[in-house]
């Protein structure tokens, strides 16, 4: 079954930067669309950013230009990096994969590794 692993949040400074990684196991890049979801205290989860597994990239309007998301398929393992960091960028990221999937929605996502705390300081 796939297992995914998210890894590398932390605590930064306004306009620092971090890199998230979500290691995937028994998972094939070509069959599924991955993607990053976020959800801060108090709200729900929402889309951050995500690859159809037709290669287009998607981003949240409040995260475009300054988040990339990128994948290696020689190590199963996707990233999100983030610069310029905000305070309301704080809240606790996972990873997806899922067919049928709907970008900045949950739709087809079936996948879902452990959240990362990342927190940003003002």
């Known amino acids: 079954d796939v297992q995914l692993q998210a890894s590398g949040g932390g605590l930064v400074q306004t306009g620092g930067s971090l890199r998230l990684s979500c290691q995937a196991s028994?998972?094939?890049?070509?069959?599924?669309?991955i993607a990053w979801f976020r959800q801060a205290p108090g709200k729900g989860r929402e889309g951050v950013s995500s690859?159809?597994?037709?290669?287009?990239?998607h981003y949240a309007n409040d995260v475009q230009g300054r988040f990339t998301i990128s994948a290696d398929k020689t190590k199963n393992t996707w990233y999100l990096q983030m610069n310029s960091l905000k305070p309301e960028d704080t809240a606790i990221y996972c990873c997806?994969?899922?067919?049928?999937?709907?970008?900045?929605?949950?739709?087809?996502?079936?996948?879902w590794g452990q959240g990362t705390q990342v927190t940003v300081s003002s």
């Open positions: 997806a994969a899922g067919v049928g999937t709907v970008p900045y929605s949950r739709t087809g996502y079936v996948y």
């Open positions: 028994e998972f094939t890049f070509e069959d599924y669309a």
């Open positions: 690859i159809d597994n037709n290669g287009e990239i």
